[in-house]
């Protein structure tokens, strides 16, 4: 009786490892449903895609593409064949798989439990270098590879992932929250077919930079850099009445523009003389009398010069801002320093923008430097109107000198212009900070910042049949030791048309050594160069390729609405489709470079790939 029991007990043992390997094996079939193996049990996810970004055109700068990877299980294959089987497996997947029969049998004797064959952007593919032989071995796995357009200096703006998907910086980092996919799909095999959850995508951004002006003046930027001999440059330009980006190129291998600083010199004299109007420090009819040097405080060995001494005379407000005269604008900023006090002065300048954030919506902005009013020295007052002694980012000089285009609004700039999610398109509004100067201040300004390019020191900024308002400005290189005489940056702001603006660009060249330095030679003529480009003035429009421009995507499972919007994406003209339903097959093939035409077979039946 006893031997009886043991041997039902043996049996009952024996049948619950059968069915123990059975469902480990039926979770490797899962991805094959071929006839010759009728049942099929398992799970396969279907990954969550990061939405797109584009342009304020709808061209795509970064986009999350699916990639299909192979791999061998190194544990089943150890466990459940013979040694004969085993190199004939391995023989196999040399062959498919280009892999050398070494490598396979080094990782087959390791600790390692799977070993990836390969990776293909299509199920087909893959496949197709699966054999019955190999079938049970191997597993694929769909993952995405996030591609991006990084030219022209968009890598900083757009930003990256890490190898895991996470963002690391830039706009997918402020934005991640929009653009994460929110839950994987699935595809359940039972043993009577299959049943596919679609999975939750992250929503798509829309950009204000246009990738067109982000090219211009991107290599405008690189070709005054390099004629200027200088150590690099930036150049932002908004749309003047939103504050949204247009275009934002910096030369170096970091994004100095957001996290660096530099002295902003005289392109600041707008904001102070604008200040002092408002606070009534100084009135219109003022005059000011420069005989090229000043000493601001009696008994401290500092004195400030104009440029190279040259001796403006008496000087309205006016002509002060036209002539760039450093003279008036320190005895200015003692008539605002007399008026508002140490602590108001302070306030009123950190109203501005300076010593805090622009508040644009790029990680790791830098506050700028702009001393506590406790910290000031007794020059402090007379230095901080000519832009020296305090430090800023280009984000912050361009949002407070928007003001004068702008009306006297202080607009913050931002790169989104829109989100599409599955509700449609949700337009992002500019965000306004206040008002700065008053609209009535800004129509005094306008004039004398027109005149700064018809005839002061801005007249290399000038286009013919263009209205255009601005301010030079050429800053010393402060160092350990104090300003250094022989570097500079070369500064030059303005906006244009006059009459309705709708551009403002501010350009830092640094440390230019060609000869030339000041702002007015060497900024203002890069930012003549970009007018009559964005005007079209003996300019040749160059095609935008695109992140997928050499290459063309799969299409398998997309809808006719969906193909569409390939073709509008790549500028493809002609679509030619056969049949209706879901994308079956297609040309260019995937991977293919483009043609100037697509052409699709439609239909219904199994296109889930894996």
């Known amino acids: ?38 049942v099929v049990v398992g799970i396969n996810r279907i990954p969550s895609l990061r939405g797109s970004i584009y342009d304020s055109d709808g061209k795509l700068l970064a986009s999350d593409s699916i990639i299909y990877e192979a791999w061998l299980d190194l544990g089943y294959l150890r466990l459940s064949t013979s040694t004969e089987q085993i190199e004939k497996v391995l023989r196999n997947i040399e062959i498919a798989f280009g892999i050398s029969y070494q ?11 799977f070993m990836l064959l390969g990776t293909s952007p299509t199920n ?11 079938k049970r071995y191997i597993s694929l796995e769909m993952q995405r590879e996030r591609l991006t357009f990084k030219e022209y200096g968009l890598d900083r703006i757009i930003g990256s992932l890490d190898k895991g998907g996470e963002p690391l910086n830039g706009l997918e980092l402020q934005y991640d929250e929009i653009l994460s996919g929110k839950k994987d799909g699935l595809i359940r095999r039972t043993l009577t077919g299959a049943k596919r959850e679609e999975p939750t995508n992250g929503s798509d951004i829309y950009l204000s930079i246009d990738i067109d002006l982000q090219r211009m003046v991107y290599e405008e930027l690189k070709k005054t850099v390099e004629k200027n001999m200088a150590d690099g440059g930036l150049a932002i330009l908004l749309d003047s009445k939103t504050g949204k980006v247009l275009s934002y190129a910096g030369t170096y291998n970091w994004d100095l523009g957001l996290m660096g600083i530099f002295e902003p010199g005289s392109t600041i004299k707008p904001l102070i003389y604008s200040l002092a109007l408002t606070v009534g420090a100084i009135n219109e009819e003022m005059t000011f009398s420069c005989d090229g040097r000043i000493q601001p405080v009696p008994g401290l060995n500092i004195v400030i010069r104009d440029v190279e001494g040259e001796r403006h005379g008496v000087q309205t407000f006016r002509e002060a801002i036209i002539n760039s005269c450093n003279v008036a604008t320190v005895q200015v900023g003692g008539k605002i320093f007399n008026t508002l006090g140490r602590n108001e002065m302070y306030t009123a300048l950190e109203k501005i923008g300076f010593g805090r954030l622009s508040g644009v919506d790029l990680p790791g902005e830098t506050p700028g430097i702009f001393p506590q009013a406790s910290t000031w020295s007794l020059i402090s007052p007379y230095q901080f109107p000519i832009g020296q002694g305090l430090g800023v980012n280009i984000f912050q000089m361009v949002k407070a000198l928007n003001v004068f285009p702008a009306g006297g ?16 398109f949700v337009n992002v509004p500019k965000k306004v900070d206040g008002i700065l100067f008053s609209p009535e201040l800004v129509a005094t300004m306008l004039p004398v910042l027109e005149s700064v390019v018809l ?19 050429t800053a010393q290189k402060a160092g350990l030791g104090g300003y250094n005489e022989e570097t500079y940056y070369a500064l030059f702001y303005g906006f244009f048309p006059v009459e309705n603006p709708s551009y403002t660009l501010y350009i830092m060249i640094d440390t230019p050594k060609a000869g030339v330095y000041y702002g007015g030679s060497v900024a203002a003529p890069m930012f003549a160069s970009i007018v009559k480009k964005i005007y079209g003035i003996d300019v040749e429009k160059e095609k935008y390729e695109g992140i997928f421009g050499w290459k063309m995507p799969d299409l398998t499972g997309y809808t006719l609405i969906d193909v569409n919007e390939v073709r509008e994406i790549y500028g493809i003209d002609k679509l030619i489709v056969h049949g209706a339903g ?7 093939e995937s991977g293919h470079p483009l043609e100037d035409y697509i052409e699709v077979w439609l239909g219904v039946g199994e296109t889930d790939g894996i």
């Open 455 to 473: 005839n002061g020191t801005g007249t290399l900024a000038q286009v013919d049949g263009v209205r255009i308002a601005g301010k030079t400005g």
């Open 103 to 113: 490598s396979l049998e080094e990782n087959l004797h390791g600790t390692r439990s």
């Open 124 to 134: 087909e593919e893959m496949m197709r270098k699966i054999t019955p032989l190999t």
């Open 582 to 588: 879901k994308v079956m097959r297609q040309f260019p």
């Open 409 to 424: 609004q202080f607009i913050v700039p931002t790169f989104l212009k829109a989100i599409r999610n599955e509700d449609g």
């Open 1 to 38: 009786m006893r031997n009886l029991t043991n041997r039902v007990f043996l049996l009952y043992i024996i049948l619950v490892l059968c069915v123990a390997v059975f469902a480990v094996r039926a979770g490797y079939f899962s991805l094959f449903t071929e006839p010759d193996i009728p």
